[in-house]
């Protein structure tokens, strides 16, 4: 049996070269249907959201313990179609440029309904996957019929949070830390070391240098090396799960038996490594430096840094159209909608009262028609 609802495709417009969106950017396209004869639609609408989701199991004995905790950033709907027999006024409808709403009869053919939305201003975490949690942003259409499974499609939105609306103290305060360590076993005397960092906050591709003063005192050859590891934390239910993987291990010049040396190490962070996420209540991305002194025959003196890696924003170009929609053609009764339509909920450009740049991402529920309509 031929089904009346053939296709459901979302295709939205690029700004940049990476295929990112920032705080305050806009999300436009537009939802092709594609319908093999007439068709009584109840209602039809897109939604525009945000949210983190964490789930892990583990097992106790012969009991499998599950740990879930989800966090909802926002939800906007825009309907092509609303349902006549909701009492709802507050939904917001899109009409065409003539003021005239669409139909829910749709004829056969391929149907364009174009939206346009606003990445929120607020402070909310950057796109993520992890091994047991994830951070996403995406659309989804949803086309209901009477007596019927709700048709649904959904695409994926890559969103990287503006590092000024993400602020952590002292991230351009330098470090400093010392240690020094007593040989034993097969290696005798002593090594140190006094290592400084100009700051903590480092862009994706810049360089982070490592600046230490290393007196080997010891009876063997030492040398330094350099690791920048990752730490994924997941937090359920009074629960904590923490995966780390070493992202960059670099060795300096080896420095002999009973010398001192200064020492500068320039480590070039990656364009592609991800920025850490600081400001999500169930998800953190962090990473650390780990300065150390590779002695044989001996446990390796070392110094832990906390650092925190910052997105590197691209400006924003001409919003290309979307390649998925041009197969389409256009329907028998043309094309359905504005073709620029109002950018519903497009928020102000100041961030609205309430505001807390530091502290942890809105709760769900807290914004009603989240971000504010214009």
Known sequence: ?????KKIEITYNSIN??????????VSGQVSVEVAKDCQIKSFYIKFKGKADVFWSEKHGQTTHTYHAKDKYFSVRQYFIRDPNSKDDKKTLIAHQSGETNSNVVP???HVYPFSFQFPLQNIPSTFTGADGKIVYLLEAVLSRSMRMDSKKSTMINFVGRGDLNPVPRLMEPQHETMDKKMNLFTSGTVAMDVNLEKSGFFQGEGLK????????????????YCI???HSFFAQGKRRVHTKDLIKEVGTPIPAKASENVTHVIAIPQDVEPSILNCSIIKAEHRLRVYLDVKYASDPEIKFDIVILPVHQVPAVATA???????GIGPFGSYGNPNPPMWGFGPQQPPPGYQPAGPPPPYGAHGMYPPLN
């Open 1 to 5: 049996m031929l089904s009346t609802i």
């Open 17 to 26: 070269a990476s295929n990112t969106f920032t705080n305050g950017d806009i």
């Open 229 to 231: 590891y990752r730490k």
């Open 108 to 110: 056969p053919g391929i």
């Open 210 to 225: 490592v600046k230490a003063f290393i007196k080997n005192d010891s009876s063997r050859e030492i040398k330094p090396k």
């Open 322 to 328: 979307p390649t998925a929609a041009s197969d389409f």
